[in-house]
């Protein structure tokens, strides 16, 4: 059972910010990543369709044999975590949790903005897991819709991320919060452009980073941790794997591989064949 890999799957390329803090924190587990790429983005998305995508990606996993399961989106883990806990029979551990608690820990004046997709901002997941902490504290929260096209394009040092930056995070300056949560796999790639426009004195939270804290944690006390042996990476997407290899290489800095495809994450096709 230990040796059994960590699932994670994700929208598309994002959640390998997720995996670069696992692996960091956890260089001896093997891991299984899915991008479903053909689908991305799911930040617009119904949260019929989320959850049915969800379902999908964690029932693929599954039959790969894994021994827990991280829903590296942030949007996913908002609108499907309850029902994956509830019919996996394995660990499943969301994004918003780690980074709520976290957040909750940072703020001194109890002021905590919230930046992330719209889907993940609709559903009120963070102020949600927040205000199960705390009832007081203040949640300021704005989609942030356009941050994750501009990091796949590779903007992130352009002008342009510096524009719509100011655009999104402005009214944060006014607000006063001093802890920000960067709710999307790819606005950790952005940190130094959101840290220059909210100001050095804003705690900024990345959701990877306590996620894998929580991974660690979990696995640990469940005596599942792999103890030997450097761990293995393996990707699958569900669209060209070229375009994950290079985009994933630049959130990565280094080379992402092997990369399978997937023709089609219907589980009724995984689960026949
Ligand atoms: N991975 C998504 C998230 O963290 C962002 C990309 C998307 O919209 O699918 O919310």
Redesign the pocket.
């Known amino acids: 059972m230990k040796d059994l890999s960590i699932g994670m799957f ?3 390329v ?2 390998l910010t997720v995996l670069k803090e696992v692996k960091n924190l956890l260089p001896k587990e093997n891991i299984l990543y899915l991008g479903d790429t053909a689908r ?4 617009n998305r119904s949260p019929q369709t989320i959850i049915r995508y969800a379902i999908e990606s964690a029932l693929f996993l599954l039959t790969k044999g894994i021994k827990l399961l991280i829903i590296a ?3 996913s883990s908002a609108i499907a975590l309850k029902i994956l806990s509830k019919k996996l029979p394995i660990p499943v551990l969301g994004v918003i949790e780690p980074a709520a608690k976290s957040a909750v820990v940072a703020t001194k004046n109890k002021k905590i903005g919230i930046i ?2 719209k889907a ?1 901002i609709k559903s009120m997941a963070y102020e949600n897991a927040i205000r199960e902490i705390d009832p007081h504290m203040e949640v300021l929260s704005k989609p942030c819709p356009l941050f ?1 096209p501009i990091v796949e394009e590779g903007l992130d040092k352009d002008e342009v991320a510096f524009i719509m930056a100011e655009k999104y995070l402005n009214e944060f300056k006014a607000s006063g919060i001093d802890t920000l949560i960067m709710g ?3 606005y950790p790639v952005l940190e130094d452009v959101i840290k220059n426009v909210v100001g050095d004195h804003v705690n900024i939270i990345n959701t990877g980073k306590e996620t894998a804290r929580d991974v660690e944690a979990c696995l640990r006390e469940r005596k599942l941790l792999k103890t030997k042996g450097m761990g293995t990476c393996k990707y699958y997407v569900t669209d060209d794997p070229d375009t994950f290899k290079e985009i994933g290489g630049r959130f990565l800095g280094y080379t992402v591989s092997p990369v399978k495809y997937i023709k089609s994450l219907d589980y009724k096709d995984f689960i026949l064949h």
């Open positions: 994700d929208s598309g994002g959640g991305v983005p799911y930040g989106c942030n949007t992330g997709t993940t994750v999307c796999t790819h």
